[in-house]
């Protein structure tokens, strides 16, 4: 691409700290990209692994790797051991960090926000939940502890600003001990959550100067994006990293901060030069996303905001500003307003615009509700990003009414009783030509999984008991029949099946009754509120729907048209909270600037406002109502933003000769996403090969597999053969005590009994004995031990995984290199190897080293077998092109089903894919899983 006088400057400035000013649709991925290709050609001392990039999300993380990648094979040609440029989120960096230095944290897993929550409502009495007290606003201060499930995301939001803040005084007695349970607890069950990530690699770099030693000579070039959200704990992470040497570079728009109410600092961007002596600052102002009226309408209101930097965007997108392209509308009634966006919906999806180009930005979720009802009636696809809306589509309803029903059977039973009659009409009332007879069926079903029937826990799984549900209902893709709608069914049920995941990853050790009490508890008071913004996005392909999601959740993305709904004062902007909040129980004055978490305040709704329109490529219609029936028409007062955009010359009034001049118009032309990166890893590649279509429910729909007891067990001997090959690879002793500790710190079955526990613990120490007895011989040809791969095929397609072991053994006087990977009788049965997959493992050491493999070796642990193929390098390049037609497959939602017995009979996903004829075909039982 031809870079502009100011993108240069920021790829050439690589001797020195850089600070980037980049506005919105700029193409900040390209130039860091290249910045990142820049330092590799000019600094040959400095390795890819010497470069990181921190992202917001994982997402953003992935793009920016795959620019390096297809620049450095068009501009260098082959780069050894780029796999090792880590370019991700803080915490993800940081857990590296943790893993690969300080073997004790190779069993800890990450609890997200959901999964963090529910643990902390199932340990509520050793969360330290209890010891925090009310502490301000007079009546019941210093009486009124945090209450289970109630206050439960005040706990967690208190949990983050304790840890994550800059306090002005030590922490009262009381809050010191709740934080010292709370992680206490989550170490006993060998949990991290992303705080405490941080936090922990922040105490290793300051106290362990092994540890500093490692992450500082590895982190020679620090690129942050999204700087502007930077809370004051990463700061500290990027100034021990710059008192180290580091070069830094920060990317970021002050216009763009969104996140002050999670503790992210706006000062943080608008000081930076100073308080690092940055000279050079690069301002990337040439909008490459926007039309002209996008563009000059955003500028308009976002000038508003006195704290930010003086700056102008300047249009450069191919797509031409037009005449009706952006539009207001004022309503009476709610309805006419959600009417008002479904037709136009309807006009742009006539003009050529795909469904999935459209976006609805919603302020406030409780609008959200009422534009789905209008959209449904009007026969729009459209799809719920992230899960709390989830909740209120009727397959989901229908769904929470059946374990409703379930539960009625339990003896402890608490919450609402369902009839029999109201879970059918139910999941007759979907949009979708369910047989009645398979309703009853699966209804009937239900009986054998009354509670009382179980007397062991892991008798009793829920997600078995929904996916056998659906299995009843044969709620199945058949070609030609409302093949859209039920693809937007199952893309919703396929989020529930995680939403129940979430649950059971956390209650699976718990007994039948319980577990479905307190399931039903989960769905019916806490889970509709729950999820973070953006959780469950779909890490693939989208249906060709419409997207409802909160503003948000639409960072970092960018579609055709954009609505934004609820134009009115204390909507949008919103109103501050009332309420009790985490702030009851801080006490005043104990976190420095406590003001910047507030929400509301004018200036930081703007820029949220500033965010929505930007996402828009072309369309762009703001609207609003006065909301007689939701909010008794208390906030119908115009918003200032849509005061401020009808300043802009670009946007008028809609009326009926906008909807004429649509159409008139020639049709769009309109790529989408389908050359956007995609990155595949070793999973994806295995469940696309044995079927695209189980590939589709598991990674499109999102379908999970249910927990198993034993589950962990694989894991913890890989673990204790990766400490043991490090020990080895250092020359260090393993004899005496060693092997016993090295059992003792990995060993980890979160979901199994005591007794197998025992039994497997048991197994796991006679496995690395034997290990170690036959191939101890091998340890001094240790090459690599868990090694990174990637390898970038072309066309923005990227494979990743990772090399258990490489080793090399002289045979016949000939120096031979073996590619090891390990695999235990368990991890088999959803793991198992095929040749392709050995192939990429072959690639990806050649990618890494430069050099060819001779062989692959599959060693099973379990009976000490070694299963070696040989290695033809002619075979190498076919396999790339098999890598290109999966990707193109997968873009293109063309994942058909396979149904050939040998794959469909042990497919842990049939019960979603057969039919009861081809069941019956294949002699599967009609209710087997």
């Known amino acids: 691409m031809e870079y502009t006088v100011e993108q240069r400057k920021a790829i050439s400035v690589i001797e020195e700290n850089l600070q980037i000013i980049a506005g919105a649709g700029s193409g900040k991925t390209a130039v860091v990209a290249q910045r ?145 349970e709370y992680e206490t607890l989550m170490h006993e069950h060998a949990y991290f959550d992303f705080t405490m990530i941080m936090n922990e690699t922040l105490k290793l770099l300051k106290n362990d100067k092994d540890f500093f030693d490692k992450a500082t000579q590895r982190v020679r070039y620090l690129t942050i994006d999204e700087y502007q959200d930077t809370n004051p704990i990463q700061e500290k992470l990027l100034q021990i990293f710059h008192s180290a040497g580091t070069n830094i570079c920060v990317v970021g728009d002050d216009d763009q901060t969104l996140y002050q109410w999670r503790g992210s600092d706006i000062d943080n961007i608008l000081t930076f030069d100073k308080r690092y002596n940055v000279q050079n600052v690069a301002y990337l102002m040439d909008n490459f996303r926007s039309s002209k009226g996008i563009v000059e309408l955003s500028h308009g209101v976002i000038q508003n905001n006195q704290e930010r930097k003086e700056k102008q965007m300047i249009p450069q997108s191919d797509k031409q500003y037009e005449k009706g392209d952006m539009v207001y509308k004022e309503f009476e009634e709610e309805e006419e307003e959600y009417q008002f966006i479904a037709d136009r919906i309807l006009d742009l999806h006539e003009m050529g615009l795909p469904f999935s180009e459209i976006a609805v930005l919603l302020r406030v979720k409780k609008l959200g ?72 069926r699966a209804i009937t079903r239900l009986e054998y999984w009354k509670p009382e029937n179980f007397k062991f826990y892991h008798e009793y799984i829920i997600q078995k008991i929904y996916q056998e549900f659906l299995d009843l209902l044969e709620l199945k893709e058949v070609e030609g029949v409302n093949e859209n709608r039920l693809e937007i069914i199952l893309y919703n049920l396929g989020k529930f099946s995680q939403a129940i995941h979430d649950f059971e990853t956390i209650y699976y050790r718990t007994v039948a009754e319980n577990k479905l009490k307190y399931f039903c508890k989960f769905l019916e008071h806490t889970a509709g509120g729950y999820y973070p913004e953006g959780h469950l996005q779909n890490a693939y392909i989208q249906p060709d729907a419409v997207r409802i999601m909160t503003i948000h959740q639409s960072k970092g993305l960018e579609f055709g048209a954009v609505f934004i709904p609820g134009l009115c004062k204390n909507i949008f902007p919103a109103q501050k909270i009332g309420g009790l909040s985490m702030w009851h129980f801080i006490p005043f004055g104990l976190v420095r600037n406590e003001n910047r978490y507030s929400s509301g305040d004018l200036e930081s709704e703007r820029r949220l406002f500033y965010v929505a329109a930007t996402r828009s490529k072309k369309f762009l219609f703001l609207t609003r109502a006065k909301y007689k029936e939701i909010y008794k028409g208390k906030n119908s007062i115009v918003s200032p933003f849509l005061v401020e955009s009808k300043h802009s010359g670009y946007i008028f009034e809609y009326d009926d000769h906008v909807q004429k001049d649509y159409r008139i118009r020639p049709k769009l032309s309109w790529n989408g996403a389908k050359d956007l990166p995609i990155v595949l890893n070793f999973s994806v590649l295995k469940d696309f090969y044995n079927c695209s279509y189980r590939f589709k429910l598991s990674f499109f729909y999102g379908f999970v597999q249910p927990i198993e007891p034993a589950m962990g067990y694989g894991k913890s001997v890989h673990n204790m053969i990766y400490e043991i090959h490090k020990r080895a690879a250092a020359k260090e002793d393993l004899g005496g005590q060693v092997l016993e500790k090295i059992l003792s710190r990995h060993f980890h079955l979160p979901y199994a009994n005591e007794q197998m526990k025992i039994n497997m613990r048991q197994k796991a120490e006679k496995t690395i004995s034997e290990y170690i007895g036959k191939n101890g011989k091998d340890f001094d040809r240790i090459v690599f031990v868990e090694k990174e791969i990637e390898i970038a095929i072309g066309e923005g397609v990227r494979v990743t995984g990772r090399i258990d072991l490489v080793k090399r053994k002289e045979v016949d006087d000939n120096e031979q290199t073996y590619i090891v990977d390990f695999k235990t009788e368990i991890r088999s049965l959803s793991e198992d190897v095929g040749v392709e997959q050995l192939k990429i493992y072959a690639l990806g050491y050649k990618e890494l080293t430069g050099e060819n493999a001779d062989f692959i070796e599959v060693y099973n642990l379990d009976n000490q077998e070694p299963n070696r193929k040989r290695i033809l390098q002619d075979d190498l390049a076919a396999t790339k092109d098999i890598i290109l037609h999966a990707a193109g497959e997968i873009r293109n939602n063309r994942l058909e089903k396979v149904c050939e017995k040998n794959k469909c009979t042990s497919c842990y996903l049939n019960y979603l894919c057969l039919s009861r004829e081809k069941k019956r075909e294949y002699e599967i039982s009609p209710v087997a899983i």
């Not at 920016?64 to 880590?86: N, P, T, V, W």
């Not at 989120?89 to 963090?116: A, M, P, R």
């Not at 409703?404 to 949009?431: C, M, P, T």
């Open 36 to 180: 990142a290709i820049n330092i590799l050609k000019q600094k040959p001392h400095i390795k890819p692994g010497n470069l990181v990039a921190i992202t917001f999300t994982d997402k953003a993380g992935e793009e920016i790797k795959s620019r390096i990648l297809r620049l450095a094979q068009e501009q260098i040609g082959d780069i050894q051991g780029m796999s090792e440029l880590y370019a991700g989120t803080f915490h993800g960096f940081c857990l590296q960090l943790l893993q690969e230095y300080v073997v004790t944290y190779q069993k800890y897993s990450v609890l997200d926000t959901i999964k963090n929550k529910i643990f902390i409502d199932k340990n509520y009495e050793k969360s330290g939940m209890p010891l925090v007290i009310k502490v301000r606003n007079g009546l019941g201060a210093g009486e009124t502890p945090m209450r289970i499930y109630i206050d439960t995301d005040k706990y967690m939001g208190l949990l983050s600003v304790l840890r994550e803040s800059e306090l002005e005084s030590a922490l009262p007695p009381h809050l010191q001990q709740a934080l010292v």
């Open 369 to 440: 509700k009422g534009i789905m009802r209008t959209l449904q009636r009007n026969q729009i696809p459209f799809v719920i990003e992230g899960v709390n809306e989830l909740f209120e589509t009727e397959e989901i309803g229908a769904i929470k009414a059946t374990f409703d029903y379930l539960n009625g059977f339990n003896k402890k039973h608490i919450g609402n009783r369902v009839s029999k009659q109201e879970v059918i009409q139910a999941w007759l009332s979907i949009d979708y030509p369910l047989e009645s007879q398979n309703i009853e």
